[in-house]
């Protein structure tokens, strides 16, 4: 069979939403991603865990089509996001994520309500009134009180509501995957077991597949249906939480062993009998 940069490529199932086949990123001379494997499964949550400069925010950003590979393939949703060139084809693929970024990343000088509005500004011609209502309408959805919420400013919201804020906007454009960085990073146990049920209730209530970037172990354990552990570039293990304490890796069972969490004590949402999956 034909090998090589020229060989015809084979699209993933219709399940495997998020590719990566042999994926390279060097930044000059430094390759920071050495031939990254990945697949994570339509309406699934993937979590990405690894050291600090093991390169996830790269792989982050080249899911989500903010840079490119070097090398290797990438399928979104069934195309083949390294065969694209235009910046117009790059876009139709950004559009597939909402992203959630670290802290919210509210704008601090515009009100809720133009914050989430954001996205539908960007990309629709949609009217100022049809964007309020679907802002309206979206906030609602997520739990928020939008005539309390929306004219007020990010400084003045709670840590959780500023997360749901993001959610919204990150929902606004009914993407059929989000994408978190670092969400729990930063915030007390409590307040990051409240963005955990809100990260697998936004997999529920809409849907959406889930892929997290993160370093909190007791998160992984609680949220994903995959572990990705990543260091120095490559793919150490993956495969369900456990799998990385019970499976063949050293590295995987000491990377767990050193965050210092019990993950015998979490509560994992894929454990028989946790929160009811589907509605
Ligand atoms: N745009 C860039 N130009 C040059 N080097 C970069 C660039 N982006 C990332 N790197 C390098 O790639 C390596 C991996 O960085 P990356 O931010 O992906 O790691 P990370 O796993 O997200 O780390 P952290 O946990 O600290 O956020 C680092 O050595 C970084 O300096
Ligand atoms: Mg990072």
């Given amino acids: 069979m034909a090998e090589g940069p020229d060989a015809p490529r084979h699209p993933p199932g219709r399940d495997e939403i998020v590719v ?16 990254i494997d990945l697949v994570a499964s339509r309406g699934e949550t993937t979590v990405i865990i690894g050291g600090s400069g093991a390169g996830k925010t790269t792989l982050l950003r080249l899911i989500v089509a903010l840079e490119r590979a070097t090398s290797g393939e990438i399928w979104i949703d069934g195309e083949e996001v390294t065969a694209l060139r235009s910046e117009r084809e790059l876009n139709r693929i950004r559009r597939k994520f909402g992203v959630v970024y670290q802290y919210a990343a509210l704008l601090d000088s515009i009100s809720v ?5 954001f996205p539908l500004v960007e990309h629709t011609k949609l009217s100022k009134k049809e964007i309020k209502e679907r ?7 997520l739990d928020l009180d939008p005539d309390v919420v929306a004219p007020k400013f990010p400084a003045e919201l709670s840590g959780g509501m500023r997360k749901r804020v993001g959610l919204a906007r990150a929902l606004m454009l009914e993407p059929p995957i989000l994408v978190y960085d670092e969400p729990t990073s930063g915030l007390d146990p409590p307040t990051s ?3 955990d ?3 697998d209730e936004m997999r529920v209530r809409f849907g959406v597949t889930s892929v997290v970037i993160s370093h909190d ?7 994903a249906h995959q572990a990705v552990l990543l260091i120095q570039g490559k793919v150490e293990a993956h495969g369900p939480p456990d799998s990385l304490v019970d499976g063949g890796s050293e590295v995987a069972k000491e990377f767990v062993r050193n965050s210092g969490v019990d993950v015998e004590t979490v509560t994992r949402v894929t454990a028989p009998g946790s929160a009811p999956r589907s509605r």
């Fill in 20 to 35: 990566l086949r042999q994926v390279k990123k060097a930044f000059g001379d430094q390759e920071v991603l050495r031939g």
């Fill in 197 to 199: 049920d809100m990260i």
């Fill in 113 to 117: 309500l133009e914050n989430v509005a």
């Fill in 217 to 223: 172990i007791a998160s992984c354990f609680r949220i």
């Fill in 193 to 195: 077991r409240i963005v």
């Fill in 135 to 141: 802002v309206m309408e979206k906030l609602r959805v």
